[in-house]
């Protein structure tokens, strides 16, 4: 049934020098015009990370080369419920751009919780801020 089914999602929260990594939704997708870690669907035939590695391949023209699992995060949308499986990706090769026209931003960590992300990310920005602004 399908208001019973969870949408495993693969995110990645690329770092890299106290930045992150956005991409804008567009307008027609779910939770269209705000801003997001890249990611997508995890396949039935694939681990999350393998979906991570993928998806970051197909979003945004990067090959992941660490990432650390940072955190896992059950939300409930109104019309659907996400598992949001999400890695902390420290090291990658090539520069990024949006492959598939999508505008791409770097963002001071600090910074995060004044932009419009996903209803589900609150817990993530909380997480980071914790993570690298308590020093
Ligand atoms: N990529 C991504 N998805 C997120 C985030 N937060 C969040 O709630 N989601 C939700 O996760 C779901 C799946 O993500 P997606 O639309 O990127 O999936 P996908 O790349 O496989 O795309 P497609 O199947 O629409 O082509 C969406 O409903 C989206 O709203 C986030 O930070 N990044
Ligand atoms: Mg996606």
Redesign the pocket.
């Known amino acids: 049934m399908n208001s019973i089914k969870v949408?495993h999602?693969?995110?990645?929260v690329i770092v890299r020098q106290q930045q992150i990594l956005l991409?804008l939704?567009g307008s027609k997708?779910?939770?269209g015009g705000?801003?997001?870690?890249?990611?997508?669907?995890v396949e039935a035939d694939e681990t999350a990370q393998q979906a991570l590695i993928r998806?970051l391949y197909?979003?945004v023209a990067i090959t992941v080369t660490q990432s650390d699992s940072l955190m896992q995060l059950e939300?409930a949308?109104p019309e659907?419920t996400?598992l949001?499986d999400?890695y902390l990706v420290t090291a990658f090769d090539g520069e990024p751009h949006g492959r598939e026209g999508q505008p791409l931003r770097w963002v001071d960590i600090a910074e995060l919780d004044s932009i419009e992300?996903?209803?589900?990310?609150q817990p993530?920005v909380q997480r980071l801020q914790q993570y690298y602004l308590a020093q």
């Open positions: 949408i999602v693969a995110v990645g991409a939704r997708q779910h939770q705000k801003w997001e870690f890249p990611g997508g669907k998806e197909e979003e939300y949308y659907k996400v949001l999400i992300l996903p209803d589900a990310n993530i």
